[in-house]
């Protein structure tokens, strides 16, 4: 069984047309990357996937739910407890510090628990750094800080949108090695990124343009739709 499958999706702001009729299915374990010019529509259906919007038409099952049918509370609960959320800005709160911040998540999902959030931290190799402010971390620091608060309810899928949009080509070496050890370790992976290098490591890339799906490229093959 399929972990998401999104069946004639579309998304409408008053006369426009976000997103049409979108078709598409992410097994469990792919790491899926996503595509597409500037207003494709690319943010808009990481918002559906991610429960922090609902389709105008069409239904979106996870995990054999169809979200689209679930009301704002039971978003929220869908997104706390089966989605780790990875974005191009860190949303650190400033003043807690890199453990603190990992901890919020879990004060959301359960309780926090010091020894497994630093545990998280340790992970992504900022250990030595747990007890600092995001200010005080490096650009790349505060991503590993944002992927360690994803991982730590254990998600099911992994939504990140441009997660190396704003690292210098070190911190998106580091970065870009630890979500690919993640998908070694068999996570569910969904990355929107404007890099064909960084689309390269994911099985597969969903091509968006204005819209809608305009095919899926594997290496250099491009298969267009329809």
Known sequence: ??????????????TV????DIDLTVERGEWLAIMGPSGSGKTTLMNI????????HGSVILDGVDISTLNSRELTAIRRDKIGLV?????????????????????????????????????????ERARHLPSQ??????????????????PMLILADEPTGNLDEANEHIVLKLFQE??????TIIMVTHDPEVADLAGRCLILE??????????????RAG
């Open 17 to 20: 047309k976000a997103l049409q």
């Open 49 to 56: 996937i991610g429960c922090m919007d609902k389709a105008t």
């Open 137 to 154: 971390l490096s650009g790349g620091e505060q991503q590993r800080v944002c992927i360690a608060r994803a991982l730590i309810n254990y």
């Open 1 to 14: 069984m399929s972990l998401l499958e999104l069946r004639g999706v579309s998304k409408i702001y008053g």
């Open 210 to 223: 204005h819209g809608r799906v305009a095919g899926f490229r594997k290496g250099d093959v491009l298969d």
């Open 182 to 187: 993640l998908h070694r370790e068999g996570h």
């Open 87 to 127: 974005f191009q800005q860190f949303h650190l709160i400033p003043y807690l510090t890199a453990l603190e911040n990992v901890m919020v998540a879990q004060y959301y999902h359960s309780l926090p628990d010091e020894k497994e959030a630093m545990a998280a931290l340790e992970r992504v190799g900022l250990k």
